[in-house]
């Protein structure tokens, strides 16, 4: 029986830069730092309160998988203040919340352009 989802993927071309984005500006805990090959490394991050972890794969300039949306969906007990939170550290958004029937939600970018959806609970 298949439990939860344990690990997804972001791409990215600068594993350092975007370690310092997802635990300085979002918050993230950093759990796994390791070698991977000859020129990557192994980074596991982890939401405050998630269980499911994110990796941030490296992989070479004009990836194909670079700077789309994401298909990865963060949650917040509160968006506005969330946005609000992020905005002022520099994490750009593509809009201000909106709200729709189903809730609120926004999207915003790593450094490598990658879109995420912050939508609430």
């Known amino acids: 029986m298949i439990t939860h989802v344990k690990l997804v993927s972001i791409v990215v071309t600068d594993q350092d830069k975007s370690l310092a984005f997802y635990t300085e500006k979002l918050g993230f805990k950093l759990i796994v730092d390791a070698p991977f090959d000859k020129t990557a490394r192994w980074i596991e991050l982890q939401p405050p309160q998630g ?60 450094p490598d352009g990658n879109v995420f959806v912050l939508a609430s609970q």
């Open 51 to 110: 269980q499911t972890r994110v990796v941030l794969l490296k992989v070479k300039p004009g990836d194909a998988r670079l700077g789309s949306l994401t298909n990865i969906v963060f949650t917040s007990d509160d968006v506005e203040k969330t946005y609000f939170d992020l905005k002022v550290k520099g994490v750009r958004f593509k809009e201000p919340p909106n709200k729709q029937p189903w809730g609120l939600f926004t999207q915003f970018t790593d």
